[in-house]
Nanobody
Framework: QVQLVESGGGLVQAGGSLRLSCAASGTIFSINAMGWYRQAPGKQRELVATITSGNSTTYADSVKGRCTISRDNAKNTVYLQMNSLKPDDTAVYYC??????????????WGQGTQVTVSS
């Protein structure tokens, strides 16, 4: 069983910063990629940023230049540094991990989500 535990969300004023963390634990054979998604009320879940095992990164256009994703492979942890936050960044942020199975294949896991609220 794999668990993803997020932390670091909260309430911040516009222009402020937050750092989200997500630690994976359990029976882990390999982690192909980790990432962050978000879902605002009434909207679909959307990609924020991802990072592969080779440290290749992808960002949504809406956060480019304001957010940085990084990972600590030794700790099976991914981070999202968010700067210059805007009210539009308000959402529940979910951690995702794509992991290799013991006998091959790839499995996707989600965290429980952490609320980020940006006040104007």
């Amino acid at each position: 069983q794999v668990q993803l535990v997020e932390s670091g969300g909260g309430l911040v004023q516009a222009g402020g910063s937050l750092r989200l963390s997500c630690a994976a634990s359990g029976t882990i054979f390999s982690i192909n990629a980790m990432g962050w998604y978000r879902q605002a009320p009434g909207k679909q879940r959307e990609l924020v940023a991802t990072i592969t095992s080779g440290n290749s990164t992808t960002y949504a256009d809406s956060v480019k230049g304001r957010c940085t994703i990084s990972r600590d492979n030794a700790k099976n942890t991914v981070y999202l540094q968010m700067n210059s936050l805007k009210p539009d960044d308000t959402a529940v942020y979910y951690c995702n991990a794509r992991m290799g199975g013991r006998w091959g294949g790839e499995f996707s896991y989600w965290g429980q989500g952490t609320q980020v609220t940006v006040s104007s």
